[in-house]
């Protein structure tokens, strides 16, 4: 009986024994979850070390808005062709210590906390991360994502790439992506010309592009503008834009 068993591949009781082929099931699954996990790791390293150096031609926002609004501008300047006190102005509007953290605030998060929830923490290489890798939205998943990204893109980027990047690829208005294509748009002029207010207004507009206008701007944005034009002349003043600032 026993060996009948053996030879026919049941137990005693009939039941046939699954346990060799579950566990090259197993090791086989675990094959691919490792061999998946690599190559998905290989290839964010690869798109990382590609923007370090290259310009992203469109990010997934770009598409998306693209895909719903129709046709949007975007022109990509250098930060030598971006007016200085336009990068002091988002700094001072976004994130005032975009020079001393390493991708997130601490002191901000800590405030956002305090507050409920109610006050915004995410630095400028987190929006970056967001805008230039991933999609708008506010699922944990999507926010894990861009946590885990932001500090790769603080240890392969520059302070001055990060900052470059963002401005190259932040809304400023409806379909306009990039502080060339803003300039323009709501001023007439070039980045490289803006003025410390139109900076200042520019930067008043985030991260409401929608629903605030930099040309004809609210008592809210005028307010907003007048206190981004007096942080961007304080950090300056006090070397919180040294990791940016041109030399």
Known sequence: MAARAKKTGKTRSGTRTDKPRFNRWVRAARRWLWRSALAFAVFVALMIGLYAVVNPPVTPYMVAERLREGPVRHDWVPMERIAPVMARSVVAAEDANFCLHWGFDMDA???????????????????????????????????????????????????????????????????????????????????????????????????????????????????????????????????????????
Not at 111 to 128: C, H, K, L, M, V
Not at 151 to 180: M, T
């Open 109 to 247: 998060i800590r405030d956002a906390i305090e507050a409920g929830g109610q006050r915004g923490a995410s630095t400028i290489p987190q929006q970056t991360v967001k805008n230039v890798y991933l999609w708008h939205g506010r699922s944990w998943f999507r926010k894990a994502t861009e946590a885990g990204l932001t500090p790769l893109v603080e240890l392969v980027w520059s302070k001055q790439r990060i900052l470059e990047v963002y401005l190259n690829v932040a809304e400023f208005d409806r379909g306009v992506f990039g502080v060339e294509a803003a300039a323009r748009h709501h001023f007439g002029v070039s980045a490289a010309n803006l003025t410390p207010t139109q900076a200042a207004r520019l930067a008043a507009v985030l991260p409401d592009p929608k629903g605030r206008s930099a040309s004809d701007p609210s008592r809210f944005v005028r307010s907003r503008a007048a206190s981004i034009a007096d942080g961007a002349a304080t950090i300056a003043a006090d070397g919180r834009a040294a990791c940016f600032e041109r030399t």
